[in-house]
DNA sequence: CTGAAAGCGCTAACAA
DNA sequence: TTGTTAGCGCTTTCAG
């Protein structure tokens, strides 16, 4: 059976429908000044009854924007995610974030992935915002710092916003206070009464992790607990790495009651530290993590953590590009979205 | 600072560089026949000097194709999981099956929730349809057997599948073999000794939920273990349906020694009602789960599943949408996607 | 095998 | 405040 494609409703239709020109009905569409009440309600009233709906390439093609909004991750680590099926929900968050926000405004999020290593980049960042001409792209970590990729946008004239970046430079930057974080974190432990806290930091090539130090040692300094070098481990986001600087830290003379890491797997690596040395988790070792990913939930015990705000960041994110005008990509401050600190069951009273 | 936006290249530049016609360039890109194999490296060597990348939206107006693939998710449940962070993968998975099945074959997939319950199920489709002139749709469930979604679908004479359906009608139909699945995970039980096996249903709701049972029931008469209907316990995918389910079936006289369960969340509870009388998994009590979303990975033990092949069920799909000439979508036999049983840590020799 | 012409549905620039 | 005229970049006829 060969059904044939109806015939769709065009502006034309619409026009003949409300008994106005193609550019009444386009000015109506697009919400432009200039109309008489009466002849937008006929418009719209003809609209309605043809159930008519602008066509996006159309649109893209005859004006100067796209309603297309541009989504970039990093290929390797995204599909290393998908296929480990680990529960890591960034990709989610993002759309949660950026394709609701893109929906509110009659834009479309699309989100493609590139290689960032390869030389490729380039070529394949330059080959989808020619086929795409998308109003704006959106930059998460590691592209959010490249050098490459923002040259390229910039001589694009392309807005883009880049995540988790608070580095200056051209586009947006959006990010999480990731010092202030660390402090709220600090806090808490030291409101339990803990004294002596440790913190476990992420590989020093990403500037949150920093940042993150100081905030801890921040709060440590302002509650007069000192500052004690041996406290602060260091490790690189990944699951050995957190064994091994929890390992160090609970082997220390004077060990710590508490601890912060930086993310969850490290987390998840100190988690296993105190088993196998028999600190029970919350009692004899309180336990702060950061990101708050989905497996924080299904840890003996559920992890308190600060949340990363990805869904927040990209619709937020997908609002600046929204109202920029295209070509215009003067800097900016930073964005600065707020975060959570989620108290779950691995942090308690010291000596609880 | 405003720069301008520069000219791209479009296929004039190339037809200029290589010194034939519009359409000559359009034939090589697009692999059509007629053209001199000198002539299409003429071409293609303009294109690659150029840096020429065919602009989708002109593609889409010329022509009669998008290459966009349109895959639809209901939004109530879709947005709540992604708020509740608890790692359900789906999206993920649909993701890295269709976006990179797509990417092969220079298609896009484009994501998107309608609200499967609202009366405006058909004007949200509709408008998706009308804006984006996708090449096919992908359906799941619960729209997959939705009547209303195939019917203007249908009339559209737009392609599309339907994933986690095998009921007769339009479109492609794309699911695994849930009946040999469970009857898979019945006969691992009975390699590792198993004789009195219990089996966890889900919502009648799902046809698959019918086809697991009988799967279950089939390799328990072929293993000669007889049919206790009282080792079928029904639920509904809810992790306490679950509870209820296993708490009946460990009740028992003569109880189970391994359970098979029809999701994750249920079978956690399963996990749950285990721990509570003290049976230790797997050595009192094997368990099976159905899907493997994350979560199974972090349980204690972790989880023996079936998976569900998402995303090879959503490439199949992608697949199948892309070689459909637009127009012809003539009835098929439902794609049936293999599956498999990942085995960990939940179940064991009997006895063991 | 190749090219010329027409138009897809819309918006931008201009005219009225 | 409204309408008219050109295209946008491509693919589809249909000629050659």
């Known amino acids: 059976m060969q059904t044939t494609r109806p015939r769709p409703v065009t502006i034309k239709h619409v026009a003949a429908e409300a008994g106005v020109s193609l550019q ?10 200039n109309v008489r009440d009466v002849v937008k309600a006929r418009v719209k009233d003809a609209v309605a009854k043809l159930g008519y709906v602008p066509n996006l390439a ?12 541009l989504a970039l ?14 529960g890591t929900d960034w990709v989610d968050q993002m759309l949660l974030g950026g394709m609701l ?7 479309r999020m699309l989100f493609e992935l590139v290689d960032t290593h390869s030389e490729h980049v380039e070529r394949e960042i330059f080959a989808a915002l020619s086929a795409l001409n998308p109003d704006g792209v959106i930059l998460t970590p590691p592209h959010s710092d490249n050098p490459i990729i923002i040259g390229l946008l910039t001589a694009q004239a392309v807005p883009f916003a880049r995540i988790g970046s608070v580095e200056d430079g051209a586009g947006f930057s959006i990010a999480m206070d990731d010092a202030r974080a660390a402090q709220v974190a600090t806090e808490h432990l030291i409101g339990l009464g803990h004294r ?41 986001f990944s699951f050995d790495s957190g064994l091994a600087a929890a390992e160090a830290l609970c082997a220390l003379d004077d060990p710590p009651t508490g601890i912060i890491v930086s993310n969850d797997q490290m987390t998840l690596a100190t988690l296993q530290v105190a088993k196998a040395r028999n600190l029970a988790v919350p009692e004899d070792l309180s336990v702060i993590s950061f990101d708050d990913t989905p497996v924080v939930r299904f840890s003996v015990p559920p992890l308190t953590a600060i949340n990363q705000p990805i869904a927040a960041m990209t619709a937020r994110a997908a609002e600046l590009l929204i109202q920029a005008k ?16 989620v108290v779950r069951g691995s942090t308690g009273p010291r000596g609880g």
């Open 24 to 33: 009444t009905v386009s000015r109506v569409i697009n919400n432009e000044p």
């Open 101 to 107: 926000k893109c929906a509110e405004h009659g834009y």
């Open 196 to 236: 002596r806290i440790g913190f476990i930091s992420g590989s020093d090539e990403y500037a949150l992790s920093g940042a993150r130090v100081e905030g801890y040692q921040a709060a440590m300094g302002a509650a007069g607990l000192g500052n004690d070098p041996r406290l602060v481990g260091r490790g690189d």
């Open 58 to 69: 159309a649109r893209r093609l005859g004006g100067s924007r796209s309603y297309l909004i």
């Open 326 to 341: 295209s070509g215009a990509t003067e800097p900016q401050p930073p964005s600065i979205v707020p975060f959570e600190l």
């Open 73 to 86: 991750n990093d290929r390797d680590r995204t599909v290393e995610g998908w296929r480990l099926g680990e």
